[in-house]
């Protein structure tokens, strides 16, 4: 059964008035992918109001982090109206989805990327969406070095810093550099992300960040 088909399952189990919101509620271990993924619609369909449009190119950023077969277009569409129309704000999303993947954990870490990469699409990096962002990850529990090291990576208002990229200080001795550079190449790793509940449909998100962790390493080893 896909991911897709799965979801639709999950929508379908919705009473009448409930909210998307709920469907994170009921979703089990085994069905981490599916909340993923919904969380992910759900919560760009949020962020979009954030800035008040919706443009090609966030649509576009969506695809290139899940592949949406074209069978499964419908589903896909249905959970981000869902979303739009759910009277329910971020907040109630948000403390579903950090229950169900427990606070601070690092999937609640790959979602937050994928908002970045999303809100970034569209070449521009609307002050809302950066408030939005910051948000979920507070109510995600993640701590400020990590939210900041995924900023890094997405925010053009300063040179990407390697140094907060691999989440230490320029003062950090380089073996501890090293040893951070390759925790974070291993816990980012596609097998890893899989395994935590990230859908394979979106693993690709591993691609741009470990290019970025890679780039900063190389980066501060040169300098030092």
């Not at 509620?25 to 008040?52: C, H, N, Q, S, Y």
């Not at 910051?134 to 208002?157: M, N």
Request: glycine share 6%.
């Amino acid at each position: 059964m896909s991911i897709w088909t799965r979801i639709t399952a999950a929508l379908s189990a919705l009473r009448d008035g409930e909210g998307l919101s709920e469907v994170f509620g009921v979703l089990r271990a085994p069905e981490k992918t599916v909340g993923f993924t919904i969380a992910a619609i759900a919560l760009g369909a949020k962020m979009a109001k954030a800035d008040g449009q919706v443009t090609r190119d966030e649509v576009t950023a969506f695809r290139e982090i899940f592949y949406i077969p074209p069978e499964a277009e419908a589903s896909a569409a249905k959970v981000y109206n869902l979303a739009r129309q759910d009277v329910a704000g971020f907040e109630a999303y948000a403390e579903r989805i950090a229950r169900m993947f427990g606070r601070g954990s690092d999937t609640l870490a790959d979602l937050v990327e994928g908002l970045f990469h999303i809100a970034m699409a569209d070449g521009e990096y609307h002050p809302d969406e950066d408030a939005f962002i910051a948000a979920i990850s507070e109510i995600f529990g993640l701590q400020s070095a990590t939210f900041q090291a995924i900023r890094a990576r997405f925010v053009p208002d300063a040179e990407p810093d390697p140094y907060a990229v691999l989440g230490v200080t320029p003062d950090t001795p380089l073996n501890d550099i090293r040893a951070a550079w390759k925790r974070l190449v291993s816990e980012h790793h596609p097998d890893r992300m899989i395994a935590r509940g990230v859908p394979e449909e979106a693993v690709r998100l591993a691609e741009s960040r470990m290019m970025a962790i890679n780039a900063a390493w190389d980066e501060i080893s040169v300098q030092r």
